[in-house]
T-cell receptor
Framework: DAGVIQSPRHEVTEMGQEVTLRCKPI?????LFWYRQTMMRGLELLIY????????DSGMPEDRFSAKMPNASFSTLKIQPSEPRDSAVYFC?????????????FGPGTRLTVL | AQSVTQLDSHVSVSEGTPVLLRCNYS??????LFWYVQHPNKGLQLLLK??????LVKGINGFEAEFKKSETSFHLTKPSAHMSDAAEYFC???????????FGTGTRLLVSP
């Protein structure tokens, strides 16, 4: 298995532009998570899906952020309009909950820089 | 609510010496606990997991962790550090629904020759 795939790996954009991050989870996994990592705040959970349905989006910072999962093999995280404070590494993770625990597999991340 | 506290933000060791990264957890139920490692500019990789089976858990690359309920601890150890172990390590606990993970603030392990 190729693992969790994220694209692009690096994104540099200007303030006000729309940014779309993409994620392909591991085949057969039924949970998908989006995280943001910064020096100041560490690793934060933004939103997660179960069977393509958003379950908890309480970590999404504001309305400029939105996430979708149109099918079991694809998810997007969109920022519109982007701001410099959105600069961070965004990770996607997927898992298959079994035996009462949740082992998440992380993608390599997308490093976003908003100028 | 579940939480983990990583007691050291940085740990420095010499190559070949033991490694100890400390983690205390808080949970109202029997928790699932994990250690993840993140090498520079990489994603997070699972090192090991505790899911209420054996209290001594063995992971990859020679790492171990022991679940101690009386001390609410889940410390990560390795008998002999290697240069390639230099990375950031996260102690993690599952939430009550075993869906969300709660991450600690991380411990950066530095290994000197």
């Amino acid at each position: 298995d190729a693992g969790v795939i994220q694209s692009p790996r690096h994104e540099v954009t200007e303030m006000g532009q729309e940014v779309t991050l993409r994620c392909k989870p591991i085949s057969g996994h039924d949970y998908l998570f989006w995280y943001r990592q910064t020096m100041m705040r560490g690793l934060e959970l933004l939103i997660y899906f179960n069977n393509n349905v958003p379950i908890d989006d309480s970590g999404m910072p504001e309305d400029r952020f939105s996430a979708k999962m149109p099918n079991a093999s694809f998810s997007t995280l969109k920022i519109q309009p982007s701001e410099p404070r959105d600069s961070a590494v965004y990770f996607c993770a997927s898992s298959l909950v079994r035996e009462g625990y949740n082992e998440q597999f992380f993608g390599p991340g997308t490093r976003l820089t908003v100028l | 609510a579940q939480s983990v506290t990583q007691l050291d933000s940085h740990v420095s060791v010499s190559e070949g010496t033991p490694v100890l990264l400390r983690c205390n957890y808080s949970s109202s139920y029997s928790p699932s606990l994990f250690w993840y490692v993140q090498h520079p500019n990489k994603g997070l990789q699972l090192l090991l997991k505790y899911t209420s089976a054996a209290t001594l858990v063995k992971g990859i690359n020679g790492f171990e962790a022991e679940f101690k309920k009386s001390e609410t601890s889940f410390h990560l150890t390795k008998p002999s550090a290697h240069m390639s172990d230099a990375a950031e390590y996260f102690c993690v606990v599952s939430d009550a629904g075993f869906q969300k993970l709660v991450f600690g603030t991380g411990t950066r392990l530095l290994v000197s020759p």
